[in-house]
């Protein structure tokens, strides 16, 4: 448990115009792209955050000379399909789910042995949804007990294609499988039982890589090269979430959160919002190498409690515990399910969320799947974040509604996605201070 503590003075109201970090599954991916193209890949917006810079060290590791990053920039000099280099030591990727499951298929095509490691919470995350599914496909990848890191990637496997019937809706698993088919034989196809993020697909694409779509199938074909690009990384929706929470519960906000990306496939923050009463406006829409990004100027509304379709699910499902902060304020019930994806992230979102709300004096009433919570009044208290960054950002916007102080603990891992977070929430009016 880490030592960083957030305290919140309740009240206030949120306005301005911020720009928030990076988009975080973008920068994963523009590193791991970059890395195997040839030529030089210049990326802008990148997040300088934990979780993509543990990416960008273990390219690093591997030979990729890469520059920056510097204020969002980073050149990468890429080294083409067949030139990463043994790394001198496991491959450390902290509290990343998206570098150690992208990796692992990445890697499995690779000629040299390679182990991936992370935190206490990552051991902790299932990868047998990535290993099983690469062992289809010719991997040879060694798990601990039960599926967990560290994994042992063997060099050397040859990869044939496959038509994977994903059993789970996740982006991550999707795009293991598509990064090996670019080093298998013949064609990889995934089908999705929801449309997931579509990061890699539209970035392959971006690279020169032929990736069609039919419905809720995705194909690529192996052998190919990939052609460096430039990527411009626009602000994360999953940061901007916590914004577009606070400034609807606190009364007399009015912020702008500016370039941030609304790919359809993340926007389920959006849609939930507003069906809960929300006033988000989305400005200047536009397009920025290969991703629409938008304006969002969001402005306090009375928000009433809603079952969430199904189908938002996936859309929405890095930033349900910001909505959970919103049920909380909203005027009766909200009812969540079809999302036990949930209790396998950085920590059991669910559960500590639902401990997190009682604490508060929440009625919240966590379900195998989901969570029932009664909106109504947010009271001051101590609750933990379990390490986990989203649950950490979702507890301090509770402090705008809140009766009295909330302070939050085990707040380090915001770093993971949000470098940064205190000070500009600060900026734009929340009441937070950092303690150690
Ligand atoms: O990388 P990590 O730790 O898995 O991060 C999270 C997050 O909240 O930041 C999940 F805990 O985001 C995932 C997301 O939930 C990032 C991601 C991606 O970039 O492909 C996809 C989602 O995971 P999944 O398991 O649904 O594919």
Redesign the pocket.
């Known amino acids: 448990m880490s030592d960083l503590k957030f305290h919140l003075q309740p009240g206030g109201q949120l306005s301005g115009k911020i720009r928030v970090p990076g988009d975080?599954?973008i920068s994963?991916?523009s590193i791991m792209l970059g890395s195997l193209a040839e030529g030089v890949t210049e990326v802008s917006g990148f997040l300088q955050g934990e979780?993509s810079l543990a990416t960008l060290n273990a390219f690093r590791q591997m030979g990729v000379r890469i520059e920056g990053p510097e204020e969002g920039r980073v050149t990468i000099y890429g080294v083409g399909m067949a030139g990463l280099q043994l790394p001198d030591g496991p491959l450390d990727l902290g509290?990343?789910?998206?570098?150690m499951?992208?990796l692992s298929g990445l890697l499995a095509g690779q000629t040299f042995d390679v182990t991936l490691t992370g935190d206490a919470s990552?051991s902790g995350?299932p990868m047998r949804?990535v290993t099983d599914p690469l062992a289809l496909m010719g991997a040879q990848i060694e798990t601990e007990a039960g599926g967990m890191a560290p994994l042992v990637i063997s060099g050397g496997a040859s990869l044939k294609g496959i038509d994977y019937p994903m059993p789970?809706?996740?982006?991550?698993?999707?795009?293991s499988l598509l990064l090996a088919g670019l080093y298998a034989q013949g064609e990889t196809c995934v089908t999705e039982p929801a449309p997931?993020?579509d990061?890699?697909e539209r970035m392959l694409r971006g690279f020169g890589v032929a990736v069609t779509r039919r419905g809720h199938q995705v194909c690529l074909t192996g052998g190919g090269k990939l052609q460096a690009t430039a990527v411009d990384v626009p602000a994360d929706i999953?940061s901007a979430a916590f914004f577009l929470v606070g400034a609807s519960i606190a009364e007399g906000s009015d912020l702008t959160l500016q370039h941030v990306g609304i790919n359809p496939t993340r926007t389920g923050v959006i849609n939930i919002l507003r069906e809960m009463g929300a006033h988000i406006e989305l400005l200047n829409e536009r397009s920025s190498g290969g991703e629409p990004v938008a304006d969002l100027r969001v402005r306090a509304a009375p928000l009433h409690g809603i079952e969430i379709p199904l189908e938002q699910v996936?859309l929405a499902?890095?930033e349900f515990p910001a909505l959970f902060v919103a049920a909380a304020c909203a005027e009766g019930e909200t009812v969540l399910r079809g999302a036990e994806?949930l209790r396998?992230?950085?920590s059991d979102r669910i559960q500590v969320m639902a401990d997190g709300l009682i604490a508060l004096g929440v009625d919240a009433q966590p379900t195998q799947d989901g969570i029932v919570i009664q909106g109504g009044g947010i009271g001051g208290g101590t609750v933990t974040s379990h390490g986990d960054?989203?649950i950490a950002m979702s507890f301090a916007m509770a402090a705008l509604r809140a009766s009295g102080p909330i302070e939050i603990l085990d707040c380090e891992n915001v770093n993971?996605?949000f470098p940064g977070f205190s000070g500009l929430s600060k900026q734009v009016g929340l009441n937070i201070e950092e303690l150690k």
């Open positions: 975080k599954s994963h991916r979780d509290n990343s789910g998206t570098s499951r992208l990552l995350r949804r789970m809706a996740s982006a991550q698993v999707k795009s997931t993020r990061h890699t999953s996936p499902i890095d994806e396998v992230k950085e960054h989203r993971t996605s």
